[in-house]
C-alpha cells in the first residue's frame, strides 16, 4: 500500500513540476513574441479639459414677496403656469398700493395668495421660474479648481439627449467648496448657448476647455519616462535598408498635458517613432496562471492590471 501511495505522490509532483517547466517557457515565448508597442510623435491640436458633472437649473427661478404690510389683495391678475413678462402687473390691493410686478420674465410656477387674503411684508405670494434661460451648475476637484476661469469655453452632455451636445460658457466660480469624505469640490455654473430638448433637473456632463495649442508635438502620457529629474523617450530608428532598427534615449522637455497625450516642446520631430510601455498580460490568463503557480489552495495574487489605454488628443482633467 505504502509503495503504491510513492508511486501517486510522483506522479502528482511530476507533473507539476512538468506543467511549471511549460508554463515558464510559455510565458518568456510570449514575451519574446510580443510586438513591441509603438508610437509617432505628431503634429497638431492638442487641448487640456476639465470635468465635472451636475443638473441642468434656470438662471432665474425667485420667490415673489410682498413689499406691503397688513394690506388686503383686490384682485389676483395671473394663474400658475402663466407665462408673464418682467414688469407685469400680478397682484392688485383694495386700497391701491403699488401692485406686485414680475421681476424677471418667466412662468408663474406657485401662487400662494387669493383676493381678499391680507398680506405683510415678506410674504411670499408667488414663485417665477424662466424655462427659456437655463445653465448647468457642474462640481469640480479641488486639485483643478484653480485652472477654471470665468469665460472658458465648455461642451456639456446631457443624460437625457445622448445624440446631442451643448455648449456654453463658464459664467461663475465658487469662492467656497464642500468637502465630503476629506475630497472638496467647487461649483461652476456653466452657461447654456442653447437649450434645445432640455429640461430643469437632467443630469450633465462638462467637459471645460482650459488650455489648447495648435501645432503642438505631442506623444501618448506612457511614452514619456523619468530619470533623475530629467524626462526621456525612446526613439526607434531603421537601417537604410530597413532590415535592422536600434534604439536611442533622448532628452525632452514637455510642455501642456491632458490624460492621454503629453506635449514635447524640445527634443524629438514630427514623424520620430518612440517605444511604448508593454502592456499586461490578459487579465483572465494572468488570474488562471496564478492559480495554478500559487499550488493547491493557494491564493492567487491576480492580476497587476494594465497601462491605461491611448485616447485622442482632446482630453479630460489633467493639466500641466
Do not use: C
Amino acid at each position: 500500500m505504502k509503495k503504491w501511495i510513492l508511486i501517486v505522490v510522483s506522479i502528482v509532483i511530476a507533473g507539476y513540476v512538468g506543467y511549471q517547466w511549460y508554463n515558464s517557457k510559455t510565458s518568456t515565448s510570449e514575451a519574446a513574441t510580443a510586438p513591441a508597442r509603438m508610437a509617432t510623435v505628431q503634429k497638431g491640436k492638442l487641448e487640456v479639459k476639465i470635468s465635472g458633472s451636475g443638473t441642468v437649473q434656470p438662471v432665474t427661478s425667485v420667490d415673489i414677496k410682498s413689499e406691503e404690510n397688513n394690506k388686503t389683495i383686490d384682485e389676483v391678475l395671473v394663474e400658475a403656469g402663466e407665462e408673464v413678462k418682467a414688469g407685469d402687473e400680478l397682484i392688485t390691493y383694495t386700497d391701491g398700493s403699488d401692485p406686485v410686478i414680475a421681476p424677471a420674465d418667466g412662468v408663474i410656477t406657485t401662487l400662494s395668495v387669493a383676493a381678499d387674503d391680507r398680506v405683510t411684508t415678506g410674504q411670499v405670494v408667488a414663485h417665477l421660474t424662466n424655462y427659456k434661460d437655463l445653465q448647468t451648475v457642474v462640481q469640480v476637484d479641488e486639485l483643478d479648481i484653480n485652472k477654471i476661469q470665468i469665460g472658458q469655453s465648455v461642451s456639456i452632455t446631457v443624460n437625457a439627449v445622448p445624440d446631442q451636445t451643448f455648449t456654453g460658457t463658464v459664467t461663475t466660480v465658487a469662492m467656497e467648496g464642500a468637502s465630503s469624505n476629506g475630497v472638496s469640490t467647487f461649483d461652476v455654473t456653466i452657461h447654456f448657448d442653447k437649450i434645445d430638448n432640455l429640461k430643469v433637473g437632467m443630469s450633465t456632463e462638462a467637459s471645460i476647455l482650459t488650455a489648447s495649442k495648435e501645432d503642438a508635438l505631442y506623444v501618448p502620457l506612457d511614452g514619456i519616462h523619468t530619470a533623475n529629474g530629467d524626462k526621456y523617450v525612446i526613439v526607434q530608428s531603421s537601417s537604410s535598408d530597413g532590415q535592422t532598427s536600434s534604439t536611442e534615449q533622448k532628452t525632452v522637455k514637455t510642455g501642456l498635458a491632458n490624460e492621454d497625450y503629453v506635449e514635447i516642446t524640445e527634443g524629438v520631430s514630427e514623424g520620430d517613432v518612440i517605444q511604448l510601455p508593454q502592456l499586461a498580460a490578459d487579465s483572465s490568463t494572468t488570474n488562471q496562471r496564478g492559480m495554478m503557480q500559487g499550488g493547491f489552495g493557494a491564493p492567487s495574487m491576480g492580476n497587476m492590471g494594465g497601462m491605461r489605454g491611448v485616447g485622442g488628443p482632446s482630453g479630460g482633467r489633467s493639466g500641466n
